[in-house]
């Protein structure tokens, strides 16, 4: 079993930035994925970003290309996510996932999940 814990989100106003974390714990050894989604209300789960643990390769999805920046330590066993240039529409519960496996898209090729951490921002 893996063991994930979200810290860093807040309030930020329009513009903003914010630094999720992402500390890992268990059976990390394993991971070859990880990830970061992002759930609005009343919307469904979106993938943000994603990163490969063997040689860091990263993975972003359209609406945040050059905003945010996706890094681990390895030797830490943390993720993080730099969010920069940050507009309401970002508002959402972000979620930090890790894989046994390479696929980094869809929430169902994730193997473990965090609690969420809730990241607003006013406009």
């Known amino acids: 079993q893996v063991q994930l814990v979200e810290s860093g989100g807040g309030l930020v106003q329009a513009g903003g930035s914010l630094r999720l974390s992402c500390a890992a714990s268990g059976r990390t050894f394993s991971i070859s994925t990880m990830g970061w989604f992002r759930q609005a209300p009343g919307k469904e789960r979106e993938f943000a970003a994603a990163?490969?643990?063997?040689?860091?390769?990263?993975y972003y999805a359209d609406f945040v290309k050059g905003r945010f920046t996706i890094s681990r330590d390895n030797a830490k066993n943390t993720m993080y996510l730099q969010m920069n240039s940050l507009s309401p529409e970002d508002t959402a519960v972000y979620y930090c996932?890790?894989?046994?496996?390479?696929?980094?898209?869809?929430?169902?090729?994730?193997?473990?999940w965090g609690q969420g951490t809730q990241v607003t921002v006013s406009s």
């Open positions: 996932a890790a894989a046994d496996n390479t696929g980094y898209f869809f929430p169902q090729q994730y193997d473990y």
């Open positions: 990163i490969r643990r063997i040689d860091g390769g990263t």
